[in-house]
C-alpha cells in the first residue's frame, strides 16, 4: 500500500536528512521506523503525507505517485497521531475527534456517532468523556482520545510519531496492548516512530532501522534479532537480544502439550504410586472435563490425607498458550516455581512450561554471530 523508492530528503543548507531509502509497507502492516536521534525516522514519515516536500524519489499510495495527489485531501485520508498528542483545547472530546469527519463533509450526527464509536473502541465511556475538555483528561485518556481522532474519518492509513512516548511506563505499556488488540480488529496500514528498541519489537509487524539516513535492516523483528545484519544493528538492538527475543515467542511454543496428570477423585495411593512410576515429586490436578484443580506434591501426601482436595496447591500462577515467553518467565520467577501450567477457555489444562523449556528456546535462539533459529518458528 506505501512504497517508497530511492527516496532522500536534504535540506537547503546541505544537511542530508534521508538518503535513498527503498521500502514496501503491506496493507494491514505495522512497519516501525526505527533509529537514534537524528537518524531520518520523523522526516521519513512526513514525506509520506507530504508535510515535508521530497528532494529525489518517489513515494507511492495504493499505486499512485503522492504528488500527483490533492495535498489536503492526502492528508485528509491519512490519519496521523504524535507524541504532543495536540488535541484542541477550546474542543470538546467528541469536536477534536469529529475535526476531519467535518472537514470531510460528515454531518454532525454521523461525525458524533463516529466520535461515540471509537471511544468504546478506546475502551473510554462516551457518556462521560465526550463532552468533557482536554484538560479534563488524564495523559492516557488524552493520548487515547488521540489516537481515536487520527482514526476519525476511519483512514486506511496512520501515521504515529512516538505516540505513546509522552506518558508513564505503566501507561505506555497499557497503551500499546489495547493498541494492538485495536489493531487486529482495525487492520490500519501504520508507520510508527520510535526510538525504543523494546516498543519497536512488540509493535511492529516490520521494522526499518536508520542510520543517519540510511535505511540499515528491514525485517520482521524477529528476524532483526536473530539475524542483526552488521556491528550497527547488534549494538542498537543490545546485547539481550535473546531475551528480547522471548517477547517474541509464546508459550505454545516451548510447552509441553501432554503434561503427567491425576484426577481430583484419584486415591492417594494411585497417585504415590503415579509418582513413583514416573520419577517426579509433583503432578498437576485436574476434574473430569480437564480442567487445571491445581497442584499435588508428594510431601503433601504424607501422613493421614483424606483426600486430594484437602492438600492441594491450588493458588498458582499459569499461562495461557498466547503469553509471551518474557512474561511466563516473569510468572515463573514471582511464583518462585520451575513449572506452570499452561490454560485454555474454561481453565482446560493445554500443556505445561517449564524452566528447563525456557533454557532450551534461548539455547536454540542464540548464536555470537547474531544467527539462530526463526524465532517464533
Not at 539475524?227 to 509464546?250: A, C, E, H, I, Y
Amino acid at each position: 500500500m506505501i512504497k517508497l523508492e530511492n527516496v532522500s530528503k536534504v535540506y537547503p543548507d546541505g544537511t542530508e536528512a534521508v538518503n535513498s531509502v527503498n521500502l514496501e509497507i503491506k496493507e494491514g502492516e505495522l512497519c516501525v521506523l526505527l533509529g537514534p536521534s537524528g537518524c531520518g525516522k520523523t522526516t521519513t514519515m512526513k514525506m509520506i503525507n507530504r508535510l515535508i516536500p521530497i528532494t529525489e524519489g518517489k513515494i507511492y499510495i495504493d499505486g499512485t505517485d503522492n504528488q500527483e495527489l490533492d495535498e489536503n485531501e492526502l492528508r485528509r485520508d491519512i490519519g496521523y497521531a504524535i507524541q504532543e498528542i495536540g488535541l484542541f483545547p477550546h474542543m470538546t472530546v467528541a469536536e477534536n475527534i469529529a475535526t476531519v469527519p467535518k472537514l470531510k463533509g460528515w454531518s454532525k450526527s454521523e461525525a458524533r456517532n463516529r466520535a461515540d464509536e471509537l471511544l468504546e473502541l478506546m475502551g473510554m465511556d462516551p457518556s462521560e468523556h465526550l463532552d468533557k475538555y482536554p484538560v479534563e483528561l488524564s495523559g492516557g485518556q488524552r493520548q487515547r482520545v488521540g489516537v481515536a481522532r487520527s482514526l476519525g474519518a476511519n483512514p486506511p492509513i496512520m501515521l504515529m510519531d512516538e505516540p505513546f512516548g509522552a506518558i508513564d511506563p505503566i501507561t505506555r505499556d497499557n497503551l500499546q496492548d489495547e493498541f494492538l488488540k485495536i489493531q487486529e480488529e482495525i487492520q490500519k496500514t501504520i508507520v510508527f516512530v520510535t526510538h525504543d528498541i523494546n516498543e519497536a519489537i512488540k509493535m511492529g509487524t516490520k521494522i526499518a532501522l536508520l542510520k543517519v539516513g540510511e535505511l540499515v535492516q528491514y525485517s520482521s523483528p524477529a528476524e532483526l534479532l536473530a539475524r542483526p545484519k552488521n556491528q550497527f544493528v547488534r549494538d542498537f538492538v543490545g546485547t539481550d537480544r535473546t531475551l528480547k527475543s522471548m517477547r517474541l515467542m509464546r508459550a505454545k511454543d516451548a510447552m509441553k502439550p501432554s503434561p503427567k496428570t491425576v484426577r481430583l477423585d484419584s486415591e492417594v495411593s494411585v497417585i504415590q504410586k503415579k509418582m513413583k512410576e514416573n520419577e517426579v515429586d509433583y503432578l498437576i490436578v485436574t476434574d473430569g472435563s480437564n480442567r487445571f484443580r491445581g497442584w499435588i506434591r508428594a510431601q503433601d501426601l504424607e501422613g493421614d490425607v483424606g483426600s486430594v482436595d484437602e492438600v492441594l496447591s491450588k493458588d498458582v500462577g499459569s499461562v495461557s498458550r498466547e503469553t509471551a515467553l518474557s512474561d511466563a518467565l516473569s510468572v515463573m520467577l514471582e511464583e518462585d516455581v520451575a513449572n506452570i501450567p499452561v490454560l485454555g477457555k474454561d481453565n482446560k489444562l493445554e500443556g505445561i512450561l517449564t524452566f528447563n523449556d525456557l533454557q532450551e528456546v534461548i539455547g536454540e535462539t542464540y548464536t555470537e554471530e547474531g544467527g539462530g533459529r526463526q524465532v517464533g518458528s
